[in-house]
């Protein structure tokens, strides 16, 4: 494990940007690639969100586990946090509302100034919500008409995404493809390079991105990511309730 300054300040803002930035989709849908809005420029962007809302929920709650590889002199190691995101709308997410206290794990989430929720890492616990037991434990407060409730989801795991074993530098002119040796226990698979991204239906471990899709992000550092998920759905007081448990693998990569 790395030290906790790094992984605090790489993961808030990991964090920030799911919470903030939630995509919406049908279940199982595969994706055209979405574009970027440029990025790259010589420092290394907050990553974009990996954790889909889809077109019939009234709510995601999602468990990410994040692995981010982190090269050193002394070799290359996966840096590990759990985090969570939650968005409820009454409006299929053009925006979102407040439900009071969310916890996950007993882990508060925080509600941003969109409404959103996200927990983040803490000086205290660097490596955020301990997702060891598989189980993720949700509890809601209510209110802005969805109604109180606790939820414990032990039906299926996190999937499994190995690290990334794609090349560190994108040519934007000669496409790209991005690849991890394994994926398991996923309903779909988020592939994103920079902010360009596609869905494909299952375990999915192979990516390719054309030069003209890539042709939107700017030069410099950037990130590639797989992001592995699986979820159920139940309706509650009405609403229709989406959990997801995510793993996101990370790896730092620079644009040409």
Known sequence: MMHSTFSL???????????????SCKKDDEET???????????????PSTTPNFSDADASLWAVNTFT???TPIGTFDIQVGVGVGAFTTD???????????????????????????????????TGIDFGSGST?????????FAGFDRTI???????????SSAETVVRSNGYTLT?????GADSVLFLVGGVTKTIAGNANSCTFTASELGGLGTGANLVQVAAYRTTN???????????????????????
Request: zero cysteines; hydrophobic letters at 35%.
């Open 137 to 145: 434990a949700w509890s809601v407060a209510g209110g802005s008409g």
């Open 33 to 47: 690639a979405t574009p970027s809005n440029g990025g790259g420029g010589g420092s290394t962007p907050a990553a």
């Open 69 to 71: 590889s982190q090269v």
């Open 9 to 23: 300040k790489h993961f808030v803002l990991i964090a920030l940007s799911l919470g903030v930035t939630l995509s």
């Open 234 to 256: 139940e309706v509650i007081g009405g609403k229709n309730i989406y959990f997801g448990k995510e793993t996101v693998r990370t790896k730092s990569v620079t644009i040409q």
């Open 92 to 126: 299929g997410f053009a925006t979102m509302v407040n439900v009071g206290a969310v916890t996950l794990n007993t882990t508060p989430l925080t509600a941003q100034s969109n409404n959103a929720y996200v927990s983040t890492p803490s000086q205290t616990e660097p």
């Open 154 to 164: 032990t039906s299926f795991n996190f999937p499994t995404v190995s690290a990334i």
């Open 180 to 184: 991890t040796p394994s994926v398991a």
